[in-house]
């Protein structure tokens, strides 16, 4: 069983999708720390020619070391309709705005207060309406100690799994740790290369958009054949 795992991030980008696809089983890793004015509560969408965040606003006040499964957002911010309505205006040119905005309205009409209740079920429909079969663990249920690599490979153990797929991002780490090379998982890193998709409004391409991008400008059908 080839496993992946990530900390949980808001409509993240394509190529946070194309470590869901190559894997049998993606881990949100919502048991560390949270980071203020991360992925884990922002991304960009398209906008004028350029880009612009879209950011989850969230209480940190009094709870600066909170794990990312014990964050809420901030209730008294009206940032959800906001959301919808700036993705609604900035691609209403393009043909498949309502698929998207169909998952999102659905998400973000959750009666919940945890920002991971609002990012994860975003993804997992997402991937499951662009096609994979990925099965989603959060690393919380599985119980597991441990810091940096040592916790990758408990999690991994935990799960059965042989092989371990990680995004370049975490090779420094990985590497500084010397576990994983030296376990009897098998390391492999994505090595992702962004390709060039339709963007019918962009006058040039702007990359490293959010999924959304994709899909507003493609559709669920085809966004596959471009992550």
Same mark, same amino acid.
């Given at each position: 069983?080839?496993?992946?795992?990530?900390?949980?991030?808001?409509?993240?980008?394509?190529?946070?999708?194309?470590?869901?696809?190559?894997?049998?089983?993606?881990?949100?890793?919502?048991?560390?720390?949270?980071?203020?004015?991360?992925?884990?509560?922002?991304n960009?969408?398209?906008?004028?020619g350029d880009?612009?965040?879209?950011?989850?606003?969230?209480?940190?006040?009094?709870?600066?070391?909170?794990?990312?499964?014990?964050?809420?957002?901030?209730?008294?911010?009206?940032?959800?309709?906001?959301?919808l309505?700036?993705?609604?205006?900035?691609?209403?040119?393009?043909?498949?705005?309502? =698929?998207?905005?169909?998952?999102?309205? &659905?998400a973000? $009409? /959750? %009666?919940c207060?945890?920002?991971?209740?609002?990012?994860? +079920?975003?993804?997992?429909?997402?991937?499951?309406?662009?096609?994979?079969?990925?099965?989603?663990?959060r690393?919380?249920?599985?119980?597991?100690?441990?810091?940096?690599?040592?916790?990758?490979?408990?999690?991994?153990?935990?799960?059965?799994?042989?092989?371990?797929?990680?995004?370049?991002?975490a090779?420094?780490?990985?590497? =500084?740790?010397?576990?994983?090379?030296? &376990?009897?998982? $098998? /390391? %492999?890193?994505?090595?992702?290369?962004?390709?060039?998709? +339709?963007?019918?409004i962009?006058?040039?391409?702007?990359?490293?958009?959010?999924?959304?991008?994709?899909?507003?400008?493609?559709?669920?059908?085809?966004?596959?054949?471009?992550?």
């Amino acid at each position: 069983m080839k496993i992946a795992i990530m900390q949980p991030a808001y409509i993240p980008w394509i190529g946070y999708f194309d470590l869901i696809q190559r894997v049998d089983t993606f881990v949100f890793l919502d048991d560390t720390q949270f980071e203020k004015q991360s992925w884990q509560q922002r991304n960009r969408i398209w906008h004028n020619g350029d880009y612009r965040y879209l950011t989850i606003p969230v209480i940190t006040k009094g709870n600066h070391f909170a794990n990312i499964m014990d964050v809420e957002f901030d209730p008294t911010k009206k940032w959800s309709k906001k959301h919808l309505l700036t993705i609604e205006q900035s691609y209403a040119q393009c043909s498949h705005t309502k =698929e998207i905005l169909s998952v999102l309205e &659905s998400a973000l $009409c /959750l %009666e919940c207060t945890k920002l991971v209740d609002i990012t994860i +079920p975003i993804i997992q429909t997402i991937s499951n309406r662009i096609g994979f079969n990925t099965k989603f663990v959060r690393s919380s249920e599985l119980a597991v100690s441990g810091k940096r690599s040592q916790k990758l490979v408990n999690i991994i153990n935990a799960l059965g799994g042989k092989y371990y797929l990680s995004p370049n991002g975490a090779k420094g780490y990985i590497d =500084e740790d010397c576990l994983l090379p030296t &376990s009897e998982i $098998c /390391l %492999e890193y994505q090595n992702y290369s962004l390709k060039d998709y +339709p963007q019918k409004i962009a006058g040039s391409f702007v990359p490293y958009l959010s999924i959304v991008d994709l899909v507003a400008n493609v559709g669920f059908e085809r966004a596959k054949q471009y992550i």
